[in-house]
C-alpha cells in the first residue's frame, strides 16, 4: 500500500499540463482524459487527494459543472473514489499488478517476476553468460564495463598497498581509514565541509540505504520517493514494511520536482525519510536546479523529514555540460548542520567505475555514523579492504578514468538517439545531460508487452511500470546507453519489429489490464 497528500487546484492545474490541441470533445471529457493521462504517465500518485471541484475549477477557469462531469466520468471508470468529508482520491481501474501475474511465459520461456530487479528470470535462476554468447542485448541494467585504469589501480592495491593490512586483523567496520579521508575531500572539494569522521563506507549505494531504512526507521514508517524511481530501493522500502509515498515527477526537462507539492507531500505526510536522486534522476535522467535543491532542504527541515540525496550518478555529466549543483548537504545550513542534519548523501562507484566494485558510502554526522556502523554490523562486519584500497587509489586521481567513462556514454547516447529516430521515430525520448540511460515515452500504453516480447527478439528491457508503485507508466521504457553502440543500433532495429505487434492492445490509449 502506498500513502501520498493531497494536492492543491494549482499544483494540480501544473501536473495536467496544457489542454491538448486538435480535438473535438466535451470539456470535461477533455479534462477527464488529462486527468486520467497524468495517472498513467506518473505525474499523479496513484492514492492522491484532489481538490474540490469548485476548487479545480477556479484555478483552470472552467464551469463547475465540467469539473463535475470529469469527476463524475473517472469515478464511473473506476479512475477515483469518493468519500463524503474526505474528497476525491485517485485510484486504479483494477489491480495493477494483474497483467504481470497474467503474462505467462514469453515466447522465450522466461517468466515476467515483480519482484526481481528488473524482472527477468528462469525457474532456475540467470544466465546471463549463456545469454550473451546467443546473441542476447541485455538492456535492463545500466553500468558501464571498467574503464582501464581499473587494472592499474588493482595491481597497485594488491602489490603496494595491501601488504600494510595483512598484519592486521582486516577488520575496519568504519572503512578504510584513507578511503574514508579521500571521500571526505571530494566532499569539500564540492563546497560541503566534511570530516572522515562523517563518512562510512559500505558495500555500495544499495547497502547504505537500507542500513539507513534500518537504523532510522521503523514498520509502518512512510518514506518519500519519487516517482518513476530506482527499483531495487522501492523494493527495499516495502520488503521492510515500509509505507513508500510516491509523488509524480514532470517530464523532463522541464522542471521535474514541484517544490510546492514536495512541501505539500512532506508536511502531510509525516514521512520520517525522504529517498531522492538530484543528480541525473534514474530514471528520467533529470537534474535538480540549485534552487530546488535548497528548498527541498528547508521543506525537509521544516517536516522534520531526512533527505537521504544518492548521488550515485553525479561523477557521469556528459562532455560539455555545465558546472553541476552543489550536492544538497550544501544547504543543509543551520546550527547543527555541519553535522548532517537534515542531509543523509549516499554514494557510490558503480555507475562511475564498475558495478563489480561494491563499495559505497554514506555522509552523515558523526553521531548517526556510529550508529550506522551498529547496525551493519549485525550482518556485516566490514567491507572487503582490497575493494577498498582499489577504490581510494581511483578517487585519488579519478580524472583518467571518468574521461573514459564519459566518452563511452557519449558515444552510446549518441548511437541510441540516432538508431531510436531511424528505427522507432515515434518514440520520444528523454534529453539528459549526463546519467546512462534514456527515459522513452512510447506511442502507446504497451511497456508490459513489449518487454514481455522482447526476448523472443534477443532483447531484455525495463518496463516503466517496474519503476513506480502502483503499475502505471506503461507508456515507458528505460534504455541504457551503456552497452557498445553497434549492440544498441541491433536492439533498436529488433524492437522495432515486435513494436507494432505490442501495441496491437493498446489500441484505445489504455494500458491492457484496463477493461
Given at each position: 500500500m502506498t500513502q501520498t497528500t493531497r494536492v492543491s487546484a494549482a499544483t494540480l492545474a501544473k501536473r495536467l499540463g496544457p489542454e491538448p490541441d486538435g480535438r473535438e470533445q466535451p470539456a470535461y471529457r477533455s479534462l477527464a482524459d488529462r486527468i486520467r493521462a497524468a495517472v498513467l504517465d506518473g505525474r499523479l500518485a496513484v492514492g492522491t487527494?484532489?481538490?474540490?471541484?469548485?476548487?479545480?475549477?477556479?484555478?483552470?477557469?472552467?464551469?463547475?459543472?465540467?469539473?463535475?462531469?470529469?469527476?463524475?466520468?473517472?469515478?464511473?471508470?473506476?479512475?477515483?473514489?469518493?468519500?463524503?468529508?474526505?474528497?476525491?482520491?485517485?485510484?486504479?481501474?483494477e489491480d495493477p499488478a494483474a497483467p504481470l501475474r497474467a503474462a505467462g511465459a514469453s515466447p522465450a520461456g522466461a517468466t515476467y517476476a515483480a519482484g526481481g530487479i528488473f524482472g527477468w528470470r528462469d525457474g532456475v535462476g540467470w544466465h546471463d553468460e549463456l545469454e550473451r554468447a546467443a546473441g542476447m542485448i541485455d538492456l535492463t541494467t545500466a553500468c558501464l564495463p571498467a574503464p582501464a585504469a581499473l587494472a592499474g589501480a588493482v595491481a597497485t592495491a594488491a602489490g603496494e598497498l595491501l601488504p600494510r593490512y595483512l598484519g592486521t586483523d582486516g577488520y575496519l567496520p568504519f572503512g578504510l581509514p584513507e578511503l574514508r579521508d579521500v571521500v571526505a575531500a571530494r566532499y569539500r572539494a564540492a563546497g560541503v565541509p566534511t570530516t572522515a569522521e562523517q563518512i562510512l563506507i559500505t558495500s555500495g549505494a544499495q547497502h547504505a540505504f537500507t542500513l539507513v531504512l534500518d537504523t532510522l526507521s521503523g514498520p509502518a514508517d512512510r518514506v518519500v520517493m519519487e516517482c518513476p524511481t530506482y527499483p531495487v530501493a522501492l523494493d527495499a522500502v516495502r520488503d521492510r514494511r515500509r509505507t513508500p509515498v510516491p509523488i509524480g515527477l514532470g517530464e523532463p526537462p522541464d522542471a521535474a520536482w514541484d517544490i510546492e507539492l514536495m512541501a505539500a507531500t512532506l508536511r502531510q505526510s509525516a514521512a520520517r525519510l525522504a529517498y531522492l536522486m538530484p543528480d541525473f534522476q534514474n530514471p528520467t535522467g533529470a537534474l535538480m536546479d540549485a534552487a530546488t535543491r535548497e528548498a527541498v532542504v528547508v521543506a525537509a527541515r521544516t517536516a522534520r523529514t531526512l533527505v537521504l540525496a544518492d548521488e550515485s550518478f553525479r561523477d557521469m555529466p556528459f562532455a560539455g555540460t555545465a558546472a553541476l549543483p552543489p550536492p544538497m548537504a550544501a544547504f543543509d545550513i543551520g546550527a547543527d548542520a555541519a553535522a548532517g542534519s537534515t542531509v543523509l548523501s549516499l554514494g557510490s562507484v558503480s555507475k562511475s567505475f564498475w558495478g563489480g566494485l561494491r563499495v559505497g558510502w554514506v555522509r552523515a554526522a558523526p553521531s548517526l555514523i556510529q550508529r550506522l556502523a551498529a547496525t551493519r554490523a549485525l550482518g556485516d562486519m566490514a567491507g572487503p579492504v582490497l575493494d577498498q584500497l582499489v577504490v581510494a587509489s581511483l578517487l585519488a586521481d579519478p580524472a583518467t578514468a571518468l574521461a573514459e567513462q564519459r566518452g563511452r556514454l557519449a558515444a552510446g547516447a549518441a548511437a541510441l538517439t540516432q538508431a531510436l529516430a531511424a528505427h522507432l521515430p515515434d518514440w520520444q525520448p528523454s534529453r539528459p545531460t549526463g546519467g546512462t540511460f534514456l527515459w522513452v515515452r512510447l506511442p502507446g500504453p504497451f511497456a508490459t508487452d513489449l518487454a514481455l516480447l522482447a526476448p523472443s527478439v534477443g532483447v531484455r528491457i525495463a518496463p516503466g511500470p517496474?519503476?513506480?508503485?502502483?503499475?502505471?507508466?506503461?507508456?515507458?521504457?528505460?534504455?541504457?546507453?551503456?552497452?557498445?553502440?553497434?549492440?544498441?543500433?541491433?536492439?533498436?532495429?529488433?524492437?522495432?519489429?515486435?513494436?507494432?505487434?505490442a501495441a496491437a492492445g493498446s489500441r484505445t490509449g489504455l494500458p491492457g489490464w484496463v477493461a
Open positions: 487527494g484532489l481538490p474540490s471541484e469548485r476548487e479545480l475549477s477556479t484555478a483552470l477557469g472552467l464551469s463547475r459543472t465540467t469539473v463535475n462531469a470529469a469527476y463524475a466520468q473517472l469515478r464511473d471508470q473506476g479512475w477515483l473514489v469518493s468519500r463524503r468529508g474526505s474528497g476525491s482520491t485517485v485510484r486504479l481501474p517496474r519503476f513506480g508503485p502502483d503499475g502505471t507508466m506503461e507508456s515507458f521504457v528505460r534504455l541504457p546507453f551503456t552497452v557498445p553502440p553497434e549492440q544498441l543500433v541491433t536492439a533498436m532495429r529488433r524492437l522495432a519489429s515486435i513494436a507494432g505487434r
